[in-house]
């Protein structure tokens, strides 16, 4: 296993190409399961609402035309690629730090050793991050969202606004865990482990971590592009996915992720503030993934449980926000591994503002009244 590590530029590059045979052969596989080992021809179908797109496959026999009534439509799959597209962002950002151009990206202060962990305060900060993660997902679930704002800044469907909102109010809890930890261990210890977070790396490496960020999701879709062109398939998992978008959304990704970048900023200080070193380091990730994402499952199991008992009304309706059962554990995955990989929260809080941004795009779609629609540079690349 000490070959497949991403402290070496050799672990990087063996971790890279596994998740790109991963992503290539589960494609491939689910390629060949539905299109029946290709007795049945598969052609993929875009459904266009005000700039959503929902894609799905039109499935008939290998050999009828358009003058056949048969067919029936699928939608498309792509759960093991969408997790190996994960680990290649990952592997790519450990690569990409060791090249000189990007060695300033990774921080050079480090946790102070004159401060033990805490373990009461650590559980005692998940425990009330469980409760406020269900209840804000609660209070989401249950918001009229149609007089939210919408206008040619923010252009989306205004049910989009779920997102920063559950975002902001975990980013406020953050920020206040934060200067308790701080006041908590300046007092104590004389000491913190703010400085270890390096929030106050120069202009020039907070630069170069944004662009970091940008040339991942740029790695991201092209690997989305690849998958599609060979087999079809596009990176979803359940009613979370990240699917190809057109050429005018890219030109608003940047005040959206922007929008939600100081949330993820002040999450990912609070959560990498206390990094165990009592356990192993995967053991200190799944912990704080799920510790972090827990309030969310429970609230949506407990909606399974009911309607399994028979329930006739939807405890929290999860109609629009299913995706967050899945995007809320990325997320988090993604913010402590990229601060292990750079000993700092500037790269993690802009990935994850990028990747989540380019997973709402397709799928939310523009309100009625602020649609953009297509430009010279989507018709001329037909993107």
């Known amino acids: 296993m000490k070959k497949l590590t991403l402290k070496t530029k050799e672990g990087c590059w063996r971790l890279l190409a596994i998740f790109i045979v991963i992503i290539l052969l589960s494609g491939f596989v689910a390629r060949m399961i539905s299109s029946s080992g290709g007795s049945v021809k598969i052609s993929r179908v875009t459904y266009d609402s005000r700039g959503a797109t929902a894609n799905a496959d039109l499935y008939y026999p290998a050999g009828t035309s358009d003058k056949d009534s048969l067919p029936a439509v699928l939608v498309a799959h792509g759960g093991i690629a969408m997790l190996a597209m994960v680990g290649l962002v990952i592997s790519a950002a450990a690569l990409l730090v060791k090249n000189k151009f990007f060695v300033p990206c990774i921080g050079s202060n480090k946790p102070s ?35 939210l704002l919408c206008n040619k800044i923010f252009p989306l469907s205004t049910s989009w606004w779920m997102t920063p909102i559950y975002l902001a109010v975990l980013g406020v809890m953050s920020g206040v865990f934060l200067v308790v930890e701080h006041a908590s261990d300046k007092k104590r210890f004389g000491a913190s482990n703010m400085a270890s977070l390096n929030f106050n790396q ?43 978008m057109r050429a005018e959304h890219w030109s608003k990704v940047w005040i959206h992720a922007l929008f939600m970048f100081p949330s993820f900023l002040l999450i990912g200080a609070s959560v990498n503030y206390s990094v165990r070193t009592d356990i192993p380091e995967w053991k200190d990730t799944l912990i704080t993934v799920v510790m972090n994402s827990l309030g969310v499952w429970l609230l949506c199991a407990i909606n399974f449980i009911l309607l399994k008992a028979g329930a006739t009304s939807i405890f929290s309706d999860f109609k629009l926000t299913y995706g967050f059962v899945f995007f809320v554990p990325l997320t988090l995955y993604l913010t402590r591994k990229c601060y292990k990989i750079t000993h700092n929260i500037w790269l993690g809080a802009a990935l994850c503002s990028l990747m989540l941004t380019w997973a709402l795009f397709p799928s939310q779609g523009y309100h009625s009244f602020s649609y953009m629609g297509q430009t010279w540079i989507g018709n001329f690349f037909n993107i």
């Open 202 to 244: 120069k202009v020039p490496a907070i630069i170069k971590n944004i662009f970091l960020s940008i040339i991942l999701v740029t790695i991201a879709y092209a690997s989305l592009m690849v998958l599609e062109y060979l087999f079809n398939e596009d990176y979803r998992f359940w009613m979370a996915s990240f699917q190809e």
């Open 113 to 147: 050793p004159s401060i033990p962990f805490n373990k009461k305060r650590y559980w005692l900060f998940n425990g009330i991050t469980v409760v406020v993660a269900f209840a804000t997902m609660y209070y989401i679930n249950g918001m009229n969202t149609r007089e």
